[in-house]
């Protein structure tokens, strides 16, 4: 009997070192989830409105609005500031200057984003340079006078960057994109258009590192 008690009592004294030994481990759970979260995400995909300011005559302005969309899938490499990008715009616009005439440009584009990582902030600013091909149609290009013999495939390239803000783990909101874009159609003259390119939209991003 007097061993039992003995050995009640050692256990009793034993039960708040073993309270406190525990709990530490217990505290420190909760932050695991928050830090899978912020590992940044291998993909993710932009999709938004897309703004054109272009022109049409060689030797002038000429200028006129394209509205539309823009799909951008951007791949993280090993290095979390870059990222493998491939975007594909489309805009339109139905009457250009006072002609009437109409005009639908399509670009196909990849290449490099650079993107600097500023800590906890929830803005990422980037910067990108994407090269491929330009399509265009439409009676101004198509139509019984057509000016560009190569509507069908051009040579065409994006440089420029954006803003993106981190509404949460998956989803941003994409602020503003502003590129410079160079399309290289025949008409005549220098055989290439120099347009500005304006956009916003969603991004959400797949899966994680």
Request: proline share 5%; glycine share 12%.
């Amino acid at each position: 009997m007097r061993a039992r008690i003995k050995t009640t009592i050692a256990l009793f004294l034993l039960l708040p070192t073993a309270a406190v030994s525990v709990h530490p481990a217990f505290a420190q759970a909760p932050a695991q989830p928050d830090a899978a979260i912020e590992k940044p995400f291998r993909a993710e995909l932009a999709l938004g409105y897309s703004f054109l300011r272009s022109n049409a005559p060689p030797g002038g302005c000429g200028c006129f609005n394209l509205n539309g969309g823009r799909a951008t899938f951007a791949w993280r490499v090993k290095s979390a500031q870059f990222a493998l990008v491939g975007d594909v715009t489309a805009a339109h616009s139905g009457a250009i200057s006072n002609s009437g005439e109409d005009l639908t440009l399509s670009t196909f584009t990849a290449g490099m984003r650079y993107m600097p990582q500023l800590g906890r902030t929830r803005l990422q600013p980037y910067g990108q340079a994407l090269a491929g091909v330009a399509h265009s149609s439409g009676s101004l290009v198509q139509g019984s006078s057509p000016g560009a013999d190569n509507a069908g495939a051009a040579f065409a390239a994006h440089v420029g960057g954006g803003l993106d803000l981190r509404a949460n783990h998956r989803f941003s909101v994409r602020l503003v994109e502003a590129d410079y874009l160079l399309t290289t159609f025949d008409n005549g003259s220098n055989n290439h258009q120099n347009s500005l390119s304006l956009g916003a939209g969603i991004v959400v991003r797949f899966s994680n590192r």
